[in-house]
């Protein structure tokens, strides 16, 4: 089993950034990418970005040269940061964890970040 835990939300004012943060634990060696997906109300979660244990990226089209995923080591934490937020940024981020693109077996519990006008 891995455990997910993110951290970084907030509420912030539109034009500012914020950094979230993914910290796995238990059987990472199981892990070999991480992304962060995101759900507004009302709306379909949906993929914000992703990384691969070699560092490969893959970004939403609406989140490219807004968004920057990143990683300390091969694996552990995963960051996420958040630049020139906008009020439809606002959702629950949650970070998934899996053997491969778009396998997520595990998920956070989310954070919430809240961007006003």
């Known amino acids: 089993q891995v455990q997910l835990v993110e951290s970084g939300g907030g509420l912030v004012q539109a034009g500012e950034s914020l950094r979230l943060s993914c910290v796995a634990s238990g059987s990472i060696f199981s892990i070999n990418t991480m992304g962060w997906y995101r759900q507004a109300p009302g709306k379909q979660r949906e993929l914000v970005a992703d990384?691969?244990?070699?560092?490969?990226?893959n970004y939403a089209d609406s989140m490219k040269g807004r968004f920057t995923i990143s990683r300390d080591n091969a694996k552990n934490p995963v960051y996420l940061q958040m630049n020139s937020l906008k009020p439809e940024d606002t959702a629950i981020y949650y970070c998934a964890a899996g053997p491969r693109i778009a396998v997520y077996d595990y998920w956070g519990q989310g954070t919430q970040v809240t961007v006003s006008s």
């Open positions: 990384i691969t244990s070699g560092g490969s990226t």
